[in-house]
């Protein structure tokens, strides 16, 4: 570091730049050969309106659209003669007179954004033209279409199908009821249309709770209430079977009033033959009650 700062300077200070400006239409609604009119000047643009509607806009419309390109002079030369050296790019990296290194393609950056200029410009038009002049002075010598209904796309606003909507949400409803009761309905038509047959019994008793029960009720752990086919509860007071390890290696469930001498819990066989023969004919209408 020698304590100089060294600057640098360019042969030519500027150098012009010359520019063609086209225009051309475009409607894409219609068929892809046929969507865009041919460049050319504002002039030709003008005459392309109504071949670019394919007919189908009313002389009105038409003469909205013109009227939007035509009085609002949207074109690079009116933009330059108004905002002067503001329209460059490069003032952004420009401080206190000293210019940051530019890209070499720097004057097609700035004709890019001259161009997003004027397509701003340009729906900025349309809407001046829907919404009238801003300037109270004007305001008497802006004749209005005769449509009064007219409407402007805007991003703060969404519109939807309420009726898809609704019928989205009711059948998502419908849908979660249907699930959590498809074996209740499932049920209920087989008893409905069919006969009770072994393969549905085994069906059913291969059910976890139903397997708990058979578990339980085998030595003697019971009465049960509740249809086979829903979860069975023992009745109150009921005890349940308990482990028998007795053979630790083989553990089995063995009756609670096994182990309970001289309980009040216990009945006579008689006692117990009848509630057999009532569960008997319980179990063959397909269902179980507290005895």
């Not at 239409?25 to 969507?35: D, I, K, S, T």
């Not at 004709?111 to 801003?134: D, K, R």
């Amino acid at each position: 570091m020698d304590g100089n700062t060294r600057l640098y300077m360019k042969d030519e200070p500027a150098s012009p730049l010359g520019c063609v400006e086209q225009e051309q239409l475009c409607n894409p609604n219609l068929p892809e050969e046929r969507q865009c009119s041919p460049l050319g000047s504002n002039l030709d643009l003008f005459d392309s309106i109504a071949s670019s509607w394919d007919g189908r806009y009313s002389a009105e419309k038409q003469e909205f659209i013109y009227a939007a390109f035509r009085f609002y002079n949207i074109h690079f030369h009116t933009f330059l003669h108004g905002l002067g050296a503001r329209m460059l790019r490069s003032r952004d990296s420009l401080y206190s007179g000293f210019q940051s290194p530019l890209p070499p393609n720097q004057w097609q950056l700035d004709v890019i954004h001259w161009f997003n200029i004027a397509l701003v410009s340009t729906q900025e038009a349309f809407l001046e033209m829907a919404a009238g002049p801003s300037d109270s002075v004007v305001v008497p010598y802006f004749r209005r279409p005769n449509g009064t209904a007219t409407k402007v796309l805007s991003t703060a606003y969404t519109s939807f199908n309420l009726f898809a909507l609704c019928s989205i949400f009711i059948a998502g409803i419908l849908a979660i009821i249907v699930f959590y009761n498809m074996e209740l309905l499932m049920r209920l038509m087989e008893e409905r249309f069919s006969h009770i047959t072994y393969q549905r019994y085994e069906w059913d008793m291969n059910e976890t709770f139903q397997l708990h029960r058979l578990a339980h009720e085998e030595p003697g752990a019971g009465p049960w209430s509740g249809s086979p086919h829903s979860v069975p509860v023992a009745c109150q007071s009921q005890k349940l079977a308990i482990l028998d390890l007795d053979n630790p290696k083989r553990p089995k469930l063995k009756a609670y009033h096994a182990f309970s001498k001289g309980s009040s819990h216990c009945r006579d066989d008689n006692e117990d033959n009848a509630n057999a023969i009532d569960g008997e004919r319980r179990a063959s209408r397909g269902e179980y009650a507290c005895i």
